[in-house]
């Protein structure tokens, strides 16, 4: 309840993430019966890079402002700035789109998203920015309880995401870990995106050996870092842990990987890692 994203809107970690939630998205527009999009920790939906929040960590100056500037980008990783310059007037990148925002532009008006939030303030916001988009349905509620309300969804098919703010540190992933397995049971068709910080990577292995021995399929980590994951005083690195990846997806992901090992590391190119924890192999 403490963390507010706005002081992290932009960075590494949202470039990363909302990436791959762009890619899942587009994966799930390719058969044209409708879709629904589930995310357990919403946010406020959308950011203002320039405003006071923002502007006290900087940090979307190593993130989605340091993107923007290269060039020959993957299309993956095009598309996507092209959805964050599409809500900006200009050149100049203010307004940033949280994974709410990003996921109403690329839903079709047969998809549908709901979006759970808790903190008072940020479910405020994000009534008034989808108040005229019936698409988009709002619940201020624990996002780990209402999986087991809201799954599975009437369309059948659609995308959980899961991300947390980590408050609780490790034993948010034990969290995870249980809404996850009780959410597989009630829709094992879903796509799940589990978005994961890395400060030091031991301390995510437990993680990735319960995903593996879950008995969920096609289980793929992505896994980007700008600093060597030595320290637990800091951010290094972040990962997305996808639960039935789409067909073909990882293609994707090797594609970008590399590209923001190497533009967002800091002190030099940073390092990158994509596993197959679970499901047969090709």
Not at 109 to 138: N, S, W, Y
Request: aromatic share 8%; with cysteine; net charge positive.
């Amino acid at each position: 309840m403490n963390y507010r994203h706005a002081f992290h809107a932009g960075n590494f970690a949202d470039v990363l993430k909302h990436a791959v939630l762009l890619g899942l998205i587009e994966a799930l527009r390719a058969k044209p019966t409708p879709f629904c999009c589930l995310d357990t920790h919403a946010g406020s939906g959308r950011y203002l890079l320039g405003g006071e929040q923002a502007r006290k960590t900087g940090e979307a100056a190593a993130g989605v402002l340091r993107l923007a500037a290269a060039r020959d980008l993957p299309p993956l990783l095009q598309r996507y700035l092209d959805h964050v310059r599409a809500l900006n007037a200009d050149d100049a990148l203010d307004v940033y789109p949280g994974s709410p925002l990003l996921a109403a532009r690329a839903l079709r008006a047969q998809d549908r998203a709901v979006l759970c939030e808790l903190h008072p303030e940020e479910t405020a916001a994000l009534r008034a920015l989808f108040r005229d988009d019936k698409r988009v349905h709002v619940h201020q509620r624990d996002g780990y309880a209402a999986l087991k309300a809201l799954l599975p969804p009437a369309e059948k098919r659609g995308l959980v995401l899961i991300d947390p703010p980590f408050e609780a540190q490790e034993d948010e992933f034990r969290a995870i870990e249980a809404a996850l397995a009780d959410a597989w049971k009630r829709w094992p068709n879903g796509v799940y995106a589990v978005w994961y910080p890395i400060k030091l990577h031991r301390h995510v292995l437990p993680f990735h050996r319960w995903l593996a021995a879950s008995g969920m399929k096609n289980v793929w980590v992505a896994e980007l870092l700008v600093h060597a994951d030595n320290t637990p005083l800091r951010l290094n690195g972040c990962g997305m842990a996808i639960v039935n990846t789409p067909w073909r997806f990882e293609r994707e992901l090797a594609a970008i990987l590399p590209v923001l090992a190497r533009l967002l590391g800091r002190d030099g190119p940073g390092r990158q890692r994509l596993t197959r924890l679970a499901g047969e192999r090709p």
